[in-house]
């Protein structure tokens, strides 16, 4: 089964970066669509970023556009979510999955890996 494994997660003042990464067990990454999601307490869980297989499909929910940036490293085997001037609303545990049928779009993309751990992200002053 497909296992993927987010990092990166803190605690961190408004206006201030993190960047998470999102790393495979046993398979290759590169093959696949990937997608970040968060859930915030008491809220459903949302598609933030998705990256296509090839790199060249790249959508943000529109909360996140022009603060966040996804992207691949592919000799890591990784792919980051880079997120800049958080805000307080952008706390969440946040996942990473791969896309049911290698659909890129924000917010209806569904993973198609069960879901992670996750990593906390809380923005907080």
């Known amino acids: 089964q497909l296992q993927l494994v987010e990092s990166g997660g803190g605690l961190v003042q408004p206006g201030g970066s993190l960047r998470l990464s999102c790393a495979a067990s046993g398979f290759t990454l590169d093959y696949y669509a990937i997608g970040w999601f968060r859930q915030a307490p008491g809220k459903e869980r949302e598609g933030v970023s998705c990256?296509?297989?090839?790199?060249?499909?790249?959508k943000y929910v529109d909360s996140v556009k022009g603060r966040f940036t996804i992207f691949r490293d592919n000799a890591k085997n990784t792919v980051s979510l880079q997120m800049n001037s958080l805000k307080p609303e952008d706390t969440a545990v946040y996942y990473c999955?791969?896309?049911?049928?290698?659909?890129?779009?924000?917010?209806?993309?569904?993973?198609?890996?069960?879901w992670g751990q996750g990593t906390q992200v809380t923005v907080s002053s």
């Open positions: 990256i296509s297989s090839s790199g060249g499909r790249i």
């Open positions: 999955a791969t896309l049911r049928g290698g659909y890129c779009t924000v917010p209806t993309m569904l993973p198609s890996t069960s």
